[in-house]
């Protein structure tokens, strides 16, 4: 679950690199090796004006209650200076400065100090020493999966601080949010600077290293693969899952929190913003041995873009339908609230449904059943670059039947739910729609490229049986 697109393709071959037959492009595992000048046009854009965005909608909620357009308008109109507007921001500060320190190193804590207990008692849950996917230098890395239990010691505390422990008030994100903001962009710079003096000075998997030649990219990107201290610490398990994801529940209830402060109630807008997403984030811990070999996981190095889109873009702007709700507190009708709660339910059912099917058709080589009968699938085929033959399947029943990537539009729909909910005065909430529909759909177009890449004619013959992308009958 990372929070940024990635730039084109590779042009060379990478040591496992694979191709099918006619097809001539080697190398399409992982990222670039080569920087066209789209992609590096496209990582200068985000270098210099994602810390920007992130700024930009956190001030609007904070000055102009969520209006997008209420600063631009100022400025121009001359009733605010930029300055006027940078002086009303509020700083870092020391509270702050201790809050996340004492936040990440609480996370960092129970990643490293507490081996997983969860999958010795919870039926069905898969976590402890798990394997990930082969990396392009053929290593296989193993990780210490406990994020549910994180998340569920975090939450425990949580809980009992609010209702028996009095540490702190439940509202202490919230009202930190922009000193707290400064906190994660020195975090994030400080990771993304950091991983990529050691992927020069002192890699984890020399081979698992890709070097473009170009700053800015290698940066962006990443040099590192899997870059990690010691045996354990894997900094893309760590940032991609904790303390951004583990956070993104927390900084709901601080949302809740802050509105009961505020109006002695909290909206049902609320609580459906908070209940669909901590569905979304559950899932994620749930099967964090499964993201393993999602392609975040799989093909993405480990940059500025993981790392400081953890720390700060997921964190900051995954959250935007709580803090908006919080300046406007929306009660919605009863069909709209249970209109809103069946969308967002059946959008996680297909995301769930169809990211279910894919694993237990691959688990069991397609011994299984889907929708109650075989499952139908493509024989394919690709080689390595050591010029060893591998074979695979494509599923073509359930959902992967119905369209190619339907596990996107489960996602979709839960994102509009969640902006739904916000009702229809502001557009700030619906960012997050708009966002994810640019992410998935490049995401969609990417995968492809490099499973046509992978699978040459046989991808061929499965995007001919299943001809649609996203929406079936339409794209
Ligand atoms: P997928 O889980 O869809 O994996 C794509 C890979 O699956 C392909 O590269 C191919 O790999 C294999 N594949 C493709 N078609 C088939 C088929 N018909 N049968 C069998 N295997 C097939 O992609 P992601 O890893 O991107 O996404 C995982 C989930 O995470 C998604 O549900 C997505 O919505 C979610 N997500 C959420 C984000 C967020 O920020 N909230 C960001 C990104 C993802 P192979 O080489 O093995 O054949």
């Not at 084109?8 to 071959?13: D, E, L, Q, S």
């Not at 997008?68 to 700083?91: F, N, Q, Y």
């Not at 889907?370 to 073509?396: F, M, N, R």
């Not at 998935?440 to 992308?469: F, I, N, Q």
């Amino acid at each position: 679950m990372a929070s940024k697109s990635q730039p084109k393709v590779p042009k060379t071959g990478s040591p496992a690199s694979f191709t099918n037959g006619k097809a001539e492009s080697q190398g399409q595992w992982g990222r670039a090796w080569e920087v066209d000048w789209f992609s590096l046009a496209s990582v200068m854009f985000l270098l210099l004006f994602a810390p920007f965005i992130v700024y930009y909608f956190i001030m609007a909620c904070d000055q102009y209650s969520c209006s997008l357009t209420a600063p631009v308008l100022h400025v121009i109109t001359g009733h605010a200076s930029l300055a006027d507007i940078w002086a009303k921001t509020p700083p870092v500060t020391m509270k702050a400065a201790q809050i996340y320190t004492l936040w990440v190193t609480f996370q960092v804590l129970l990643y490293m100090l507490l081996p997983d207990f969860c999958h010795k008692f919870v039926p069905g849950y898969v976590g402890g020493v798990q394997e990930g996917a082969v990396t392009p230098a053929g290593v296989v890395n193993k990780y210490q999966v406990n994020g549910l239990q994180a998340w569920l010691i975090t939450h425990l505390l949580w809980f009992a601080n609010s209702h028996f422990l009095f540490w702190f008030s439940p509202t202490i994100i919230f009202d930190n949010w922009i000193p707290l903001l400064w906190c994660a962009n020195i975090l994030g710079y400080a990771v993304s600077t950091f991983v990529m003096i050691k992927g020069y000075l002192f890699p984890t998997n020399a081979n698992d290293c890709k070097f473009t030649g170009n700053f800015f990219y290698n940066y962006m990107m990443g040099i590192e693969f899997n870059p990690r201290i010691g045996k354990w610490f894997d900094f893309k398990l760590f940032f991609n899952g904790r303390p951004g994801i583990v956070a993104w529940t927390l900084i709901n209830l601080s949302y809740a929190a802050k509105q009961q402060e505020l109006y002695g109630q909290v909206t049902n807008s609320m609580v459906l913003v908070n209940v669909l997403q901590a569905i979304y984030v559950l899932d994620f811990f749930w099967n964090e041995t499964w993201y393993l070999k999602t392609i975040d996981i799989c093909h993405d190095h480990f940059g500025w873009y993981l790392g400081w889109g953890d720390c700060v873009w997921l964190p900051y702007l995954y959250t935007l339908q709580g803090l908006y709700l919080v300046y406007h507190p929306v009660q919605l009708s009863t069909p709209h609230a249970v209109g809103v709660l069946a969308l967002g339910l059946l959008g996680y059912y297909i995301f769930r449904m169809a990211n279910h099917q894919k694993d237990l058709f691959r688990r069991t080589d397609g011994r299984c059943l889907i929708w109650g009968q075989k499952p139908k699938a493509i024989e394919c085929s690709y080689t390595s670059a050591d010029g060893q033959k591998h074979h695979s399947k494509l599923l073509v029943s359930g959902f992967w039947g119905m369209a190619r990537h339907l596990n996107y539009t489960g996602d979709l729909l839960g994102s509009l739910a969640y902006c739904l909910a916000c009702g229809g005065s502001h557009l700030l909430p619906y960012f997050y729609f708009i966002y994810m529909t640019i992410l998935l759909t490049h995401r969609c177009l990417r995968d492809e490229h490099r499973c046509a890449s992978k699978y040459g004619r046989d991808w061929a013959r499965y995007t001919a049986a299943v001809p649609y992308r996203l929406l079936p009958g339409i794209f």
